[in-house]
């Protein structure tokens, strides 16, 4: 088995930033692609930020300048450091991970249980 662990959501004010963090665990063999997604209320789920394992990174031109995602190869773990963060960046996150299993050979993509992330004043 393989889990997704998200943190560091929550509600802060337009400007302010937010740093979520994903872990993964379990079978892994060897992670390719990680990255972030969100769904805002009534819309589709979008890409916000993806890493490969090599280190190349792509952003929505919604959040360039403004995020910044990385991982932890040793740890298996993928951050999203959320600066200047606005309104309509309220929206669930939810982590994404692109990985090759030990024991259940064969490649899949695993979802993070999402984590709340509130722009309000």
């Known amino acids: 088995q393989v889990q997704l662990v998200e943190s560091g959501g929550g509600l802060v004010q337009p400007g302010g930033s937010l740093r979520l963090s994903c872990a993964a665990s379990g079978s892994i063999f060897r992670i390719y692609a990680m990255g972030w997604y969100r769904q805002a209320p009534g819309k589709q789920r979008e890409l916000v930020a993806v890493i490969t394992n090599s280190g190349t990174t792509n952003y929505a031109d919604s959040v360039k300048g403004r995020f910044t995602i990385s991982r932890d190869n040793a740890k298996n773990t993928v951050d999203l450091q959320m600066n200047s963060l606005q309104f309509e960046d309220t929206a669930v996150y939810y982590c994404?991970?692109?990985?090759?299993?030990?024991?259940?050979?064969?490649?899949?993509?695993?979802w993070g249980q999402g984590t709340q992330v509130t722009v309000s004043s």
């Open positions: 994404n991970v692109d990985l090759e299993r030990t024991v259940v050979v064969g490649r899949y993509v695993y």
